[in-house]
Each structure stands twice: as C-alpha cells, then as structure tokens.
C-alpha cells in the first residue's frame, strides 16, 4: 500500500490539470505558432510559466486505484499487477481463473 500522502498528491495533481487543461492547450498554441510575432508568444510563454507545475500532464503518476502502487500498472484496469492477481485469487474478476501446474 502506498503512503497516503503520495495517492492525495496524485490526485490533487489530477484535478489541477483537469482546471488548467484548456488554458494550458491555448497558450501552447500561441507559443507554438510561427505566423504570430515573436512578442506575442513569448508573452504566452510567460503566462505558460506562470501557471502551477502541477498542471501539466506529465507530473501525473499511473497509481492502482486499489492499493496505490505506481508500479507493474495496468492502464486498461487501472491497477496493479499485484492486486489484479490478488483480485483473480477470489474469483473478483469475471473470466480470470487462478493458474496453477
């Protein structure tokens, strides 16, 4: 199990970049954008860098969403190996039978 603090910071980052994912694509696009003169991106840039860190995209972590783990995840599920395996175990997972030879 993960520490708390780690899974809440997660997902505080998740809802920062809920709220600033559409500012962040514009002022991406102006910066980006060659036919606009070289003050105006640059002034977006500066508003880019002015908004939380946290709000990007790619501060986010894959975390299971049962125990946590930001390891051996498994996108489609949303979670860990560990607790897929453990999830099969009980017969919690339809059509996931325990292997054993």
């Given at each position: 199990?993960?520490?708390?603090?780690?899974?809440?910071?997660?997902?505080s980052r998740?809802?920062?970049?809920?709220?600033?994912?559409?500012?962040?694509?514009?002022l991406k696009a102006i910066a980006s954008d060659k036919d606009l003169p070289l003050e105006e991106q640059?002034?977006?840039?500066?508003?880019?860098?002015?908004?939380?860190r946290n709000g990007a995209k790619v501060?986010?972590?894959?975390?299971?969403?049962?125990?946590?783990?930001?390891r051996g995840y498994y996108r489609k599920l949303k979670m860990s190996r560990i607790a897929l395996?453990?999830?099969?175990?009980?017969?919690?997972i339809p059509g996931m039978v325990k292997s054993s030879w």
């Open positions: 199990m993960a520490k708390k603090s780690a899974i809440e910071k997660n997902k998740g809802k920062l970049v809920q709220r600033d994912a559409g500012k962040r694509e514009r640059f002034k977006a840039r500066l508003k880019l860098s002015e908004l939380p501060r986010l972590r894959n975390r299971c969403e049962i125990s946590g783990r930001p395996r453990d999830l099969g175990s009980i017969g919690q």
